[in-house]
């Protein structure tokens, strides 16, 4: 099992920046992706961006795509998903998930793990 932590959400300004990050505890030795989705209350869970845990590429989601960075400390068994620009559009919770994978899954579904969700609400 892997446990998820999210934390670093809250109520921003439109062009306000966040850092989101999520603590993964447990056997994190079997995780392969860490990725980052976000979920508005009627719509579907969307990918936003996963990165391989140990080393390699990170790939975004066309709606963050040079807003957004992921990033992590493998030391501290920590990501991070840093949110810049951000405007009410990005308004949702967001989640981290852990996959087990040998591709980077971009669906809710290729991931196994999940964390309790964080908060992020951008509005004037």
């Known amino acids: 099992q892997v446990q998820l932590v999210e934390s670093g959400g809250g109520l921003v300004q439109p062009g306000d920046s966040l850092r989101l990050s999520c603590a993964a505890s447990?056997?994190?030795?079997?995780?392969?992706?860490m990725g980052w989705f976000r979920q508005d209350p009627g719509k579907e869970r969307e990918f936003v961006g996963a990165?391989?845990?140990?080393?390699?590429?990170?790939y975004y989601g066309d709606s963050v795509k040079g807003r957004f960075t992921i990033s992590k400390d493998s030391a501290k068994n920590t990501a991070y998903l840093q949110m810049n620009s951000l405007n009410p559009e990005d308004t949702a919770v967001y989640y981290c998930a852990a996959a087990q994978a040998l591709f980077v899954p971009r669906v809710p579904a290729g991931y196994k793990f999940w964390g309790q969700g964080t908060q992020v609400t951008v509005s004037s």
């Open positions: 447990g056997r994190t030795f079997t995780m392969s992706v």
């Open positions: 990165t391989w845990w140990n080393g390699g590429g990170t």
